[in-house]
């Protein structure tokens, strides 16, 4: 699926849809609190694509058909982009994200990461050869 048109953070994107099931996964959902019980499940999102950069904007995957004797219900997790200026050059890099875990029907646990503060660390060096 395409579409063209939606917005985000003030930049219209293509967004299109994907579905990668299990077999083909390497989305692992993890319930550590109840025994340790790992699995690689099947799951669909979205890529936005910044319409005039041709960048990706955000991605997002979320958990197919777990199942109901699983601990965990359902799994979510999102990333938005945006052109962070370190030193003298714009880089396209991850400015926020979400993960996402509902335990049954009642429980649900949310992390909210912002990334800030990049930094470019560099080093010069030369090397010069005598002549004796």
């Not at 058909?65 to 999102?78: H, K, N, R, T, Y």
Request: glycine share 10%; aromatic share 10%.
């Amino acid at each position: 699926m395409e579409g063209t048109g939606q917005n985000l953070g003030g930049q219209t994107c293509h967004v299109y849809s994907y579905r990668v099931e299990a077999k083909n996964s390497s989305y692992a959902v993890g319930a550590t609190l109840y025994g340790g019980d790992k699995r690689m499940v099947a799951f669909h999102g979205l890529v936005y694509i910044d319409a005039a950069r041709y960048v990706v904007r955000r991605i997002s995957a979320e958990t197919d058909e777990l199942p109901v004797s699983f601990p965990v219900q359902q799994s979510s997790i999102w990333v938005n982009y945006d052109v962070v200026q370190i030193g003298e050059h714009e880089h396209m890099l991850p400015v926020s994200a979400e993960v996402m875990a509902r335990m049954g029907r009642r429980s649900t646990v949310k992390n909210e990461i912002v990334f800030r503060d990049y930094r470019r660390f560099g080093a010069e060096s030369s090397i010069q050869f005598g002549s004796e």
